[in-house]
Every structure is written in structure tokens, then in C-alpha cells.
Antibody, heavy 125, light 107 residues
Framework: QLQLQESGPGLVKPSETLSLTCTVS??????????WGWIRQPPGKGLEWIGS???????YHNPSLKSRVTISVDTSKNQFSLKLSSVTAADTAVYYC?????????????????WGQGTMVTVSS | DIQMTPSPSSLSASVGDRVTITCRAS??????LNWYQQKPGKAPKLLIY???SLQSGVPSRFSGSGSGTDFTLTINSLQPEDFATYYC?????????FGQGTKLEIK
């Protein structure tokens, strides 16, 4: 059964870079049928999509985060990673990684069907 | 960007009730609409994809309908474990976006 697990520091200082890794187990990240995404949820608030990556390295991200986001994939380790630079208190949130369906014929993305448990990241000095 | 607006933002209901939650998109998204359930401290769980397809393992009391801009999630015969927050998400275009959620509480 496919599982995702986020890992990384729980505390990041303002202006520094938040770095998280998602490890995929029970299946391969190198599937043509899925993208792999990051979603966050500030305390008491809703869900915000950050960005997604394909096993080939093709990425796209939420323009609202401008150029602060870098997402990468390591197929040899079955992992993908998120870097968010120049963080502020507004970036404090639970960060989730999730699998997103992808129709290779139409180029359409589907729902996030499998999620990690989430990891809380606090931005504070 | 496409905005997703849920209605209501919160709802009180009793065990056994039938509940309907709606989600409106700011432009047509065909049937690229997904529904999630989230309980406190837990990750969201996919319930419905493509507007009306039930995700594997999800009880049949959950159903979805709609197309274009207006969508509905219906829960028949509410169970105690259904009290949670429900989110809609459009996957029609990038950036994908979620509604702000509907919190379903026990009356």
C-alpha cells in the first residue's frame, strides 16, 4: 500500500529557506500516471496548493508563491522535495505531500488521492 | 485563477440527517471537481473525484453531483464519524484551488 511521509525541520527562522522531503514507500514515484504535490494549511485555515512535480522533473507551482518555490525529485531514493525561500511568519503551516492523478493523454490533473500525515513548520526567530 | 466558494461555511446536523454542501466555481470547470473530508489533526481524505465518482473505500452514503460551476456533496444518513470539515477542489486548471471548507458539526 502506497504511503507518503514528510520529513524536515519543524522550526525555521524568518528569511531562511524551508526544506522538506517526502518519501514514497510501497510503490514507485516513477509512474506516468501521477504527479507528486505539496499542499499547505496554516493553523485554522484552508488548503493551499504549493506545487507539483512529475518523475521526469517537470514541475509547476502556484504563482502566488512567485519564485520562492523549488520542487525537485530523486527517483533513486523515491523522494521529492520542497524548498521555500525567504520565509516569513505567513509560511507557518502544516505541510502535506500528496499524490495527484495525471491523465497523460489529455494532460489533465486529477485529485490528490493519497496524502502524507503532514508536518508542522513554524517560522519564528 | 479560479475561485471556489463553498456554502454554507458551517452547518449543524444530527446523526441520521441528510446533508447537502455546495461549491461554486468562479468559472466553468466542467466536471473537474473533487471533494475531501478532513478531521482535526489529520490529512484530508479524498471522497469524490470528477464531480460524482466515489473514491474506493468511501461509504456509499456520500455522493456528488454537478457540472460547470455548481456542485453538490450529499451525505445520506449522517454517521458520528462524518462530523468533519469538507473541502472542494477544482483540478480543471493550474493553479488548482480549494474552497475554504464547510465545517459540519453535531447539533
Amino acid at each position: 500500500q502506497l504511503q507518503l511521509q514528510e520529513s524536515g525541520p519543524g522550526l525555521v527562522k524568518p528569511s531562511e529557506t524551508l526544506s522538506l522531503t517526502c518519501t514514497v514507500s510501497g510503490g514507485s514515484i516513477s509512474s506516468s500516471s501521477y504527479y507528486w504535490g505539496w499542499i499547505r494549511q496554516p493553523p485554522g485555515k484552508g488548503l493551499e496548493w504549493i506545487g507539483s512535480i512529475y518523475y521526469s522533473g517537470s514541475t509547476y507551482h502556484n504563482p502566488s508563491l512567485k519564485s520562492r518555490v523549488t520542487i525537485s525529485v530523486d527517483t533513486s531514493k523515491n523522494q521529492f522535495s520542497l524548498k521555500l525561500s525567504s520565509v516569513t511568519a505567513a509560511d507557518t503551516a502544516v505541510y502535506y505531500c500528496a499524490r495527484m492523478g495525471y491523465d497523460i493523454l489529455t494532460g489533465r490533473h486529477d485529485a490528490f488521492d493519497i496524502w502524507g500525515q503532514g508536518t508542522m513548520v513554524t517560522v519564528s526567530s | 485563477d479560479i475561485q471556489m466558494t463553498p456554502s454554507p461555511s458551517s452547518l449543524s446536523a444530527s446523526v441520521g440527517d441528510r446533508v447537502t454542501i455546495t461549491c461554486r466555481a468562479s468559472q466553468s470547470i466542467s466536471r473537474y471537481l473533487n471533494w475531501y473530508q478532513q478531521k482535526p489533526g489529520k490529512a484530508p481524505k479524498l471522497l469524490i473525484y470528477a464531480a460524482s465518482s466515489l473514491q474506493s473505500g468511501v461509504p456509499s452514503r456520500f455522493s456528488g453531483s454537478g457540472s460547470g460551476t455548481d456542485f453538490t456533496l450529499t451525505i445520506n444518513s449522517l454517521q458520528p464519524e462524518d462530523f468533519a470539515t469538507y473541502y472542494c477542489q477544482q483540478s480543471y486548471t493550474t493553479p488548482t484551488s480549494f474552497g475554504q471548507g464547510t465545517k459540519l458539526e453535531i447539533k
